[in-house]
């Protein structure tokens, strides 16, 4: 049984700079997916980023390209989520996500979740 948990959310002021973590408990496959999905209030979850737990392959939202990275430290069991340059509408729960087997963009298709952790970003 996999279990995610996330932290590293908070306030911060447009322009700047948060790194969220999500911890991994359980072993992802290889071909298993680590994905970033973010929640506003009132709006659908929607991707943010991907990685490829074997194969470091990542994938983005064209609202994030440039701005945040992924990424994952597979000894300890660790995805990360840089984001630079932040703006209002990043404003939201951000969530952790794996799919067992597959690369996807879709929320529905992952198979374990965190609870989330809010990050606000003021004016």
């Known amino acids: 049984q996999v279990q995610l948990a996330e932290s590293g959310g908070g306030l911060v002021q447009a322009g700047g700079s948060l790194r969220l973590s999500c911890a991994v408990s359980?072993?992802?496959?290889?071909?298993?997916?680590m994905a970033w999905f973010r929640q506003a209030p009132g709006k659908e979850r929607e991707f943010v980023a991907q990685i490829r737990w074997g194969a470091g392959t990542t994938h983005y939202a064209d609202a994030v390209k440039g701005r945040f990275t992924i990424s994952r430290e597979q000894s300890a069991k660790m995805v990360y989520l840089q984001m630079s340059n932040l703006k209002q509408e990043d404003t939201a729960v951000y969530y952790c996500a794996l799919n067992r087997q597959g690369y996807s963009t879709t929320a529905n298709e992952y198979d374990y979740w965190g609870q989330g952790t809010q990050v606000t970003v003021s004016s």
């Open positions: 359980g072993r992802p496959y290889s071909s298993s997916t």
